[in-house]
Nanobody
Framework: QVQLVESGGGLVQAGGSLRLSCAAS????????MAWFRQALGKEREFVAAISRSGGSTTYADSVKGRFAISKDNAKNTLYLQMNSLKPEDTAVYYC???????????????????WGQGTQVTVSS
């Protein structure tokens, strides 16, 4: 089992940057593929980015490709999401998630993830 705690959210102007962190406690962080999802008020949860166990493979939603970067530091048990060129439509609660399955490299399906953090709010003003 792994516990996940997000941090780094806040209020930023359009065009600005934020870096989200997700600290993991528990065993074997390196054995989990990880992802970021987000949920805006009144909307469904949306995939943002995912990364493989080793960090060697990543995938992004089209809406954030070229602006966001996901990374994973297995030595520090921490997942990151660097967000640049932020837009008002990026406003949402951002969640990190962990996939314990050994049979997948990366997945964008929220139902494949076993553990979730409590979320951190990101608000982008225009």
């Amino acid at each position: 089992q792994v516990q996940l705690v997000e941090s780094g959210g806040g209020l930023v102007q359009a065009g600005g940057s934020l870096r989200l962190s997700c600290a993991a406690s528990g065993r074997d962080f390196s054995s989990y593929a990880m992802a970021w999802f987000r949920q805006a008020l009144g909307k469904e949860r949306e995939f943002v980015a995912a990364i493989s166990r080793s960090g060697g493979s990543t995938t992004y939603a089209d809406s954030v490709k070229g602006r966001f970067a996901i990374s994973k530091d297995n030595a520090k048990n921490t997942l990151y999401l660097q967000m640049n060129s932020l837009k008002p439509e990026d406003t949402a609660v951002y969640y990190c998630a962990a996939d314990r399955s050994a049979g997948r490299i990366v997945t964008s399906s929220w139902s494949d993830y076993d553990y979730w953090g409590q979320g951190t709010q990101v608000t982008v003003s225009s």
